[in-house]
């Protein structure tokens, strides 16, 4: 590499969020490994529900981590497509398929939780020193 080269510096904001997908693909991941051993309860799910999701999941957001960590000119568009169909798909899982008196009576800050994810997604992807790494990176 010459010398005049210049490899930018990830942000720190990039590398928060970074750590908050690879903290999800630890969750799914466990999900799966978990949900391969279920124990005879009745589920509102096919027993296959779980450790599929718990794959999937931990997968997408395990390749989206090392893209936002390598700084993958890709990754801010995985991350948003991502988010989006994450929170579709948790809230369609909730509404749809989850049938508890937990779930029916956290529902506000599950939404809560939701929407700050939303807005902290949003908001660190179109932050200007993140906006300027991924553009750099692509060049």
């Not at 991941?29 to 949900?35: A, F, N, S």
């Not at 005879?40 to 999941?57: A, E, K, S």
């Not at 700084?71 to 989006?84: L, N």
């Not at 506000?108 to 020193?129: C, G, K, M, Q, Y």
């Amino acid at each position: 590499m010459e010398a005049s080269q210049h490899i930018p510096h990830r942000p720190r904001l990039v590398t928060w969020l970074g750590l908050g997908v690879l903290t999800l693909a630890v969750i799914y991941l466990w999900r799966l490994i978990l949900g391969l051993n279920l124990p005879p309860l009745p589920f509102t799910v096919p027993t296959w529900y779980i450790p599929l999701t718990g794959g999937l999941w931990g997968i997408v957001a395990l390749v989206d981590a090392a893209a936002l960590f390598r700084g993958a000119p890709w990754a801010p568009g995985m991350t948003r497509i991502g988010t989006a169909t994450y929170l579709v798909w948790y809230w369609l899982d909730r509404v749809l398929l989850v049938q508890s008196e937990y779930h029916r009576s956290t529902w506000p800050l599950a939404l809560a939780i939701s929407l700050s994810a939303l807005v902290a997604v949003t908001w660190t992807l179109n932050h200007p020193t993140v906006r300027n790494h991924f553009e750099e990176r692509a060049t």
